[in-house]
């Protein structure tokens, strides 16, 4: 079992950072490629970003491509999503999710989740 839990969100003006955490235990986070996903008020949750295991790989969704960047220290068992350039219509629930294997787009094949962290950007 892996247990996930997020850090970091917030209230942020539009154009603003934030860098948003996942810290995992139970078992050893390099075991597993990791994703983030979002969930707007009245939304579905969508896929945010993926990264592998050994962070070879690296995906973004086209929504924030070129202002998110994700990140992994598996020393310390942390995966870290950078936030630039926020918009309002990145509000959203932030979820962190791990699986073995590949990091995918679909978020019914990531194993486990943690609680979210809230993230507001106001205009």
């Known amino acids: 079992q892996v247990q996930l839990v997020e850090s970091g969100g917030g209230l942020v003006q539009a154009g603003g950072s934030l860098r948003v955490s996942c810290v995992a235990s139970?078992?050893?986070?390099?075991?597993?490629?990791m994703g983030w996903f979002r969930q707007a008020p009245g939304r579905e949750r969508e896929f945010v970003g993926g990264i592998s295991r050994s962070t070879a790989s690296i995906y973004y969704s086209d929504s924030v491509k070129g202002r998110f960047t994700i990140s992994r220290d598996n020393a310390k068992n942390r995966v870290y999503l950078q936030m630039n350039s926020l918009k309002p219509e990145d509000t959203a629930v932030y979820y962190c999710?791990?699986?073995?294997?590949?990091?995918?787009?679909?978020?019914?094949?990531?194993?486990?989740w943690g609680q979210g962290t809230q993230v507001i950007v106001s205009s």
């Open positions: 139970g078992r050893t986070l390099s075991d597993y490629a």
């Open positions: 999710a791990a699986r073995r294997g590949s990091a995918v787009t679909t978020q019914t094949l990531y194993d486990y």
